[in-house]
């Protein structure tokens, strides 16, 4: 069965520390998204792709990194985490026009 | 800067009611609108898409697109609590990038 699939499910770091999340997709998707999901904001979009190799900025990139190295993986990189950066961010892929797929998340906290 | 609106930003109805949850988008340009559900500790999955002006009706669950007045909406009728979730109107650009609104907690009381 297709999926996203994200890693760790949580995080806890110390501010300043180093922090990579993994997205993997086995749908055979071009594309693929990161956001962060806060209350009262909704999914804000951080960084995406559109192939490996490719990157893009999002709406909210600062702080955050991205690399796409293969079709399938997708990283998200916090060099210098800050409790602002505290939240739950997922994953997507999608082809064009299509809907996304999510995977279940990383809860990441700050301290 | 928020490109969709959405709201109530939460919303209760009986068990069987009709939830209608509503969302203004910024970009004429736009032509692609995406509702998703989100239930607690799970990552939002697809309910349905609309790209023309009218009604699109999937079972219960029925979007409404307006584009001379930026609106979308979905309704959702005989609600049941499995319906109580996180959902989100997004907005897909042309860079194949889903803007989403804010999100309205839907609570269907039993």
């Known amino acids: 069965e297709a999926a996203v699939t994200q890693s760790p499910r949580n995080k806890v770091t110390v501010t300043g520390g180093n922090v990579t999340l993994s997205c993997r997709q086995t749908n055979s998707h071009n594309y693929m998204y990161w956001y962060r999901q806060d209350t009262g904001h909704g999914l804000r979009l951080i960084h995406y792709?559109?192939?490996?190799?490719?990157?893009q900025i999002g709406d909210v990139p600062d702080g955050y990194k991205a690399t796409r190295t293969t079709q399938e993986d997708f990283f998200l990189l916090l060099e210098l985490a800050s409790p602002s950066q505290t939240s739950l961010y997922f994953c997507a892929s999608g082809t064009t026009n299509s809907d996304y797929t999510f995977g279940s998340g990383t809860r990441l906290l700050v301290i | 800067q928020q490109k969709v609106q959405q709201s109530p930003e939460s919303l209760i109805v009986p068990e069987g009611g009709m939830a209608s949850l509503n969302c203004t988008f910024s970009?004429?340009?736009?032509?692609y609108f995406w509702w998703y559900r989100q239930h607690s500790g799970e990552g939002p999955k697809a309910l349905m898409s609309i790209f023309s002006n009218g009604d699109k009706k999937e079972g219960r669950f029925t979007a409404h697109l307006n584009k001379a007045s930026l609106h979308v909406s979905l309704h959702i009728k005989d609600s049941q609590p499995s319906d109580s979730a996180l959902y989100f109107c997004a907005d897909l650009s042309n860079y194949n990038v889903l803007y989403f609104g804010s999100g309205t907690k839907l609570t269907v009381e039993p």
């Open positions: 970009d004429r340009n736009s032509q």
């Open positions: 792709s559109y192939g490996a190799g490719n990157l």
